[in-house]
């Protein structure tokens, strides 16, 4: 079997592996990486657990091939936290219990830290709109869209302070 | 067993050599949201994948001279929604664009994804063919053009010649007046699969409607362009009778299948329903001042 080596940076380090051809980001990450905090869902792109950015793009990790990352950019929810100090999102998700099982979790606050990037003051329905990717069979998502929009409320806030 | 290979070509020229070589073996990838989930699932075992982001043209964005576009064909839709100009002239196409699956796909899939992957139900194609979108395709002998409503041939099936790959949409200049729009209709709010979806392009002068082009999905083994539909709405000032009879023009062109998302009789209904729903928005968007 002819491995391919590639040369990517993940969560700002320079990283290089080995894979098959075949294998999608997730199975490097999940495997060769150990970065297990991206979950496997449905391996189809209908569930979004498996969420990382790309060059800083949303994308599923399991509709992408390893080789693909070649020279490119990957951030994953390992990448999201400041060492030992959680994102306020993170932090957000645990005070307000918007997880129960949490397979879903680091795909929502991957893609919920994309979304306030992006848009920095969402409303309900943007949030919605955007975390219809990321499906999770426990909450209700409920508790989600709120941790989402109080984290972004707490963010503007500290914004406006530090002006 | 097969061992699959991996290209990643910067050229179009070393793409086109590489994917003819391989032959029937050989797929293009992308944004890889059909190739990855076909190959899971054991319906594709490609030998050679064919990686076409490392051609520049492939993922190029450009307002041209005249003031049309031309979009690589493996642009993301979320690429072309973040483009400063796009979306204000063709606000229709990039609806259609960014109604293909969830934000995350959306960073990946590509117009041209969309359309060679043959889906009669493919959002972006109805859009495109209202668009009037003509794609360059290239291979082993040679450049050619052809109209995007020529490209799909059957489910799952493309009009593209072995070793043809599908490079860039190019949409003409908007006179004055122009615009266009999408609707579909799905069972559910957000992320299914179009039971019909209608793209409507539309140029109006002093209230007079001087060019249309209809464009409608999931409703035939192909997306078709309705030119009854648009025949009717041309000379027009939208109103009632000419709605009605570009709707029933819909409904006609309409041979959809029966399943379990929508009915025969459903999809030829809601065909005319949303002509008329789309048009609307199409003409609100043409008329507006800015």
Not at chain 2, 146 to 152: G, N, Q, R, S, T
Not at chain 2, 184 to 194: G, K, L, S, V
Request: charged residues 20%; glycine residues 10%.
């Amino acid at each position: 079997m002819a491995k391919v080596h590639v040369t990517t940076t993940i969560n700002g380090e320079p990283m290089e592996f080995l894979c098959e051809p075949g294998d999608t980001m997730l199975d490097a990450l999940r495997g060769t990486l150990n970065l297990t905090g991206s979950k496997e869902g449905c391996a189809s792109g209908d569930c979004g657990a498996c969420s990382i950015t790309l060059d800083d793009r949303l994308i599923c990790s399991c509709l992408m091939l390893a080789v693909e990352s070649q020279d490119h950019e990957i951030r994953t929810i390992e990448g999201m936290a400041n060492g030992e100090k959680l994102h306020p999102l993170q932090q957000k998700f645990l005070e307000m219990a918007a997880l129960q099982c949490g397979i879903c979790t680091s795909g929502m606050l991957v893609a919920s830290d994309a979304l306030l990037k992006k848009n920095p003051d969402p409303s309900e329905e943007e949030v919605r709109f955007w975390l219809a990717g990321n499906l999770c069979r426990c909450t209700g998502y409920d508790k989600i869209v709120r941790a989402v929009m109080e984290t972004a409320q707490e963010l503007q806030n500290q914004e406006m302070r530090a002006q | 067993m097969t061992e699959l290979r991996y290209l990643a070509p910067t050229s179009l020229d070393e793409a086109i050599g590489v994917f003819a070589k391989a032959g029937s073996a050989a797929r293009i990838l992308a944004g890889g949201t059909d190739l990855l989930v076909q190959m899971r699932s054991g319906v594709l075992k490609p030998g050679v994948i064919v990686d076409i982001k490392k051609i520049p043209e492939m993922t190029a964005i450009e307002q041209t001279a005249d003031g049309g576009f031309r979009i690589g064909a493996a642009v993301s839709g979320m690429a072309l929604h973040d483009h400063a100009h796009f979306g204000k002239i063709w606000p229709g196409v990039l609806e259609a664009v960014n109604l293909i699956g969830s934000k995350q796909v959306q960073g990946r899939a590509s117009a041209g994804g969309n359309l060679c992957n043959g889906s009669p139900a493919g959002d972006s194609v109805p859009a495109m063919v209202a668009a009037g979108a003509i794609v360059t395709v290239q291979g082993p002998n040679g450049r050619r053009e052809i109209k995007v409503e020529d490209v799909p041939a059957g489910p799952g099936r493309i009009n593209l010649k072995p070793g043809e790959i599908l490079v860039s949409f190019a949409l003409p200049p908007r006179p004055p007046g122009s615009s266009d729009a999408y609707l579909r209709m799905i069972p559910r709010t957000e992320m299914d699969i179009a039971v019909v979806g209608v793209g409507v392009s539309l140029t109006i002068k002093d209230g007079t409607v001087t060019a249309a082009r209809v464009g409608l999905g999931a409703v035939a083994p192909t997306v078709l362009l309705v030119e009854d539909a648009a025949k009717a709405l041309i000379g027009s000032k939208l109103d009632d009778a000419a709605l009605a009879k570009a709707a029933a023009a819909c409904s006609a062109a309409c041979r959809p299948i029966d399943d379990k998302r929508g009915t025969i009789a459903y999809r030829t209904k809601v065909a005319g329903v949303l002509l008329k729903r789309t048009a609307a928005i199409a003409a609100q968007r043409a008329t507006q001042k800015n």
